[in-house]
């Protein structure tokens, strides 16, 4: 259709869509921009074509054409939770959070917009806020580690550890091979007094990655609450050969 009426801007943008779908954003760019040119689509063309300069990490294009599409109508809510993430990336959290709220409004079930907004309240310190966010966006799944991971290390923060321990958990049980979950679960572990139980989780994690960044500091205190200083200076010296920048691990020889 395209090569029989080239003054279609309908027609390129219906391509474009295309092959936005099949992760062709060079060949959808092309397209959105001669949808654009003719006029065409300019609500759905300008969310897509910011939505790919998102993508590409070119965020000064992505804000304009997110605009535009504002100024069209837009009801995507990828428009608004993308600009969001970028606002974000730029250290302006209440315009993410203005921006998310606007994405739920939208569309209420819209489990992105949550998770986004969470992580911009955390960011700000707005801890019951961010783990509210956090507790909707898993309510509305998918199933998604690093919402847990997130909600229980601000719950670890907060000091509430029974609750920081089950998000833990979780991810352990989602996340069988991931480090972080069972460092996070030891550092649990270690605020209750149980040595023992957080080096069994970072020995975990450290046959998962054993150059786990903080883990064999972690470990040396927990061997030395136990009283087994020889092998907590071990594990101290470990981290040292391995980041010799970590202050911690210096500071407990």
């Not at 300019?42 to 504002?70: M, N, P, T, V």
């Not at 000091?159 to 069972?182: I, N, Q, R, W």
């Not at 975990?204 to 903080?214: G, Q």
Request: proline share 3%.
């Amino acid at each position: 259709v395209i090569e029989l009426e080239p003054s279609d801007g309908a027609a390129y943008f219906g391509r474009g869509c295309a092959h936005f779908e099949m992760n062709d954003f060079d060949g959808a760019l092309e397209d959105f921009n001669k949808a654009i040119e003719r006029s065409a689509m300019e609500a759905y063309a300008y969310s897509y074509r910011g939505i790919i300069y998102c993508k590409k990490w070119d965020f000064d294009r992505a804000l304009s054409d997110f605009a535009r599409a504002e100024e069209f109508g837009t009801n995507d809510v990828r428009v608004f939770t993308m600009r969001a993430v970028i606002y974000k990336q730029k250290g302006e959290y209440e315009k993410a959070i203005e921006d998310c709220a606007k994405a739920i409004e939208l569309n209420p079930d819209y489990m992105d917009a949550y998770a986004m907004r969470a992580c911009a309240y955390a960011s700000i310190k707005m801890v019951e806020q961010a783990i509210a966010d956090f507790t909707t966006a898993i309510r509305l799944g998918p199933v998604n580690v690093t919402l847990y991971l997130s909600r229980g290390a601000l719950y670890l923060n907060k000091g509430e550890l029974d609750a920081a321990e089950k998000d833990f958990a979780e991810t352990v049980k989602l996340a069988p091979d991931d480090p972080v979950s069972y460092f996070n679960s030891a550092l649990v572990c270690g605020k209750k007094g149980d040595a023992g139980r957080a080096i069994d989780f970072i020995n975990k994690a450290l046959e998962i990655n054993p150059v786990f960044r903080d883990a064999y500091t972690n470990r040396g205190i927990y061997y030395a609450q136990k009283g087994d200083f020889e092998n907590a200076v071990a594990d101290h010296m470990k981290e040292l050969e391995l980041y010799p920048d970590n202050c911690m691990a210096r500071f407990n020889l």
